[in-house]
């Protein structure tokens, strides 16, 4: 269709009309249009439409000689004469006409915004319709409402934000940070009061760096704010983000303070192990050395009452310090041979005496088909039996104590672990349903007036509980009130590691201290006076030559002018302690061959106290209160190992 459009005539320029484009390139003009462009004629029908109109009302839709104000459906809302359809206005008063953006229901039901211009269309000097210019608003509209969501999301925002420029003035700050400058009497609308002082600084290496600094603490009035700084890339501005952080730093301090309580509390604990352990080696101590000496029967029962009350004293620190590593979450296991009927014998033993003079029994069945050695903790394993054979004695006026052990089958699949299930069975008091349910928890009892009868501090059959869940096992009970109880457990043990064994070596580890020609010649170090008699007299009846050194520094001094078999080394001195010194000689001995023998004396009792006597240069670790048999077996390890024998 030809396209013609002329200006009215009053509007025609004088002379030549050179100037109006060709029919091919109005033509090409209307093809080639970016916006949608409908030519109708007088009364409204649509005539022509090209590409871009017609992709907007729809690729399928034929608009040919259709209405245009009723395909649009657009009603113009200026003053005058221009109300009512801005078509019929343009074609008759031949004005250009824009109608408002509104929205267009197209024929799919999608709703779109557009915005159409009106031109009058000329043939000559008459009108003879118009060329309507629609643009589609949406994409564009889209893209105000982005901003401004963007914006609200920033205004809105509950927390401060602000835009600096380069000089540090501010440019934007939104509701928050409004709200954060009025907040208290110290701020009273001065930035610099909510920022941290070095502000002109923050904002100068932000820029030049152009990298983000991110959660910088300030405290101000009762808030501690958090500020981030972004760079806005080439505008020289910066963005800062705050954020109130002041719960999250009331619960750090908490956090710190309840860590502090606990390394106080866990020093505090070590500490009070270290000295009440240092008296009681002097007290178990002397109470072995008098019960070899000749006593009349009174005194024979009076020392070994003591020796039982310093015993008595001795579980308390131990299981108070296995709680506090329970609730710290250090409670842990060592991995080691384990013979399991000598362990049971050892324990029926000690509780033997006990069993006697109530005049029970204690009965041990065993399975024929446990093995007779293991790989787990032994001393934590010895530690349940005997509390639960303990309690058991305790706890029974008349009958007896059984102890059972038998093999269960695992539970895991593919697994070599060898599952040993215990039971520890008496004919005393009993417990009752309701008492039960609380019997494992610390500091639990029966009922309130056990302490007062029988003794306790509670805290046994949690830490056995404890044990046993460490072990892969659980623990239960059953019982009666005046019927007597049953205590059953279960342990997960390893299969013992298959090694070759020389019955040469053993003997001669034995012999190494009595068959030695020449006495063994030991330097004890410690400042503790009863301490040094406790160790000298000991090491005397193994027929050792014994010095002293009452600090580290000594201990140095000695060995450097004489020579030791081993050295007893207290790890807590004046002047120089046991590490320390322990340090000095190793190095030493970097330039000899002698490697010296030294055994930690240490009143602390944990596995992170041995390893740092190890890690010291020590190579082995006797807790206090230290016994005779174990001081020979200490000794005669060490000195049967061929890399100490240097004299």
Known sequence: MSLSFSP????????????????????????????????????????????????????????????????????????????????????????????????????????????????PRYQGLERVGAIVVCRDLTVEREAERDVQRVARLAEDAPNPIVEFDEEGSMLFANTAMVELLNYGVSIQGRVEAVFPPNLPDLLKDCLESQRPTVRLEHQVEDLVLAWSFFPLGSSKQVRVYGADITADVALRRAKEAAEESARAKAIFLATMSHELRTPMNGVLGCTQLLQDTSLTDQQRQLLETMHRSAESLLVLVNDILDFSKIEAGKMTLEVADVEIRPLIEDVITLTLELAKKKGLTVQVQLAPDIPSELRG??????????????????????????????????????????????????????????????????????????????????????????????MGGAIMVESKAGEGSAFSYTTSLLPAIQRETSAHVGKASVASIADRTAP????????????????????????????????????????????????LMDCEMPEMNGYEATGEIRRREQATTRHLPIIALTGHASSEDAEKCRQAGMDDVVTKPITLPILRETLERLLAQPDFRHR
């Not at 871009?52 to 004469?81: K, M, P, W, Y």
């Open 8 to 119: 009215p005539p009053d509007s025609s320029p004088k002379g030549s009309l050179s100037w109006l484009p060709s029919r091919e390139d109005m033509s090409l003009i209307f093809e080639s249009s970016g916006e949608a462009m409908f030519v109708t004629d007088r009364a409204g029908l649509i005539l022509s439409l090209n590409p871009v109109a017609q992709q907007l009302i729809g690729r399928h839709q034929n608009v040919i000689g259709t209405v245009f104000h009723e395909l649009v459906g657009c009603i113009a809302s200026g003053e005058g004469s221009c109300r009512g359809c801005p078509l019929d206005h343009t074609v008759r008063t031949g004005e250009v006409t824009m109608v408002s953006p509104h929205q267009w229901i197209r024929a799919n039901g999608a709703g779109i915004e557009i915005a159409a211009t009106f031109w």
């Open 377 to 470: 903790d032994p001393i934590r394993l010895r530690q349940i039996l005997f509390n639960l054979v303990g309690n058991a004695i305790k706890f029974t006026k008349q009958g007896g104590v059984y102890v059972s052990v038998k093999t269960v089958p695992c539970n895991q699949k593919n697994s070599d672990a060898i599952v040993l299930y215990w039971t520890v069975k008496d004919t005393g008091i009993g417990i009752t349903a309701e008492q039960q349910a609380r019997l494992f928890g610390a500091y639990s009892q029966a009922e309130s007036s056990t302490a007062r009868r029988y003794g306790g501090t509670g805290l046994g059959l949690m830490i056995c509980c404890q044990l046993v869940e460490l």
């Open 520 to 567: 063994l010649r030991i330097l004890v170090a410690d400042d503790n006076e009863i301490n040094q008699v406790v160790a000298c007299k000991f090491l005397q009846k193994l027929g050792c030559q014994v010095e002293i050194a009452r600090n580290g520094r000594e201990a140095v001094e000695s060995i450097t002018h004489a020579t030791y078999d081993a050295v």
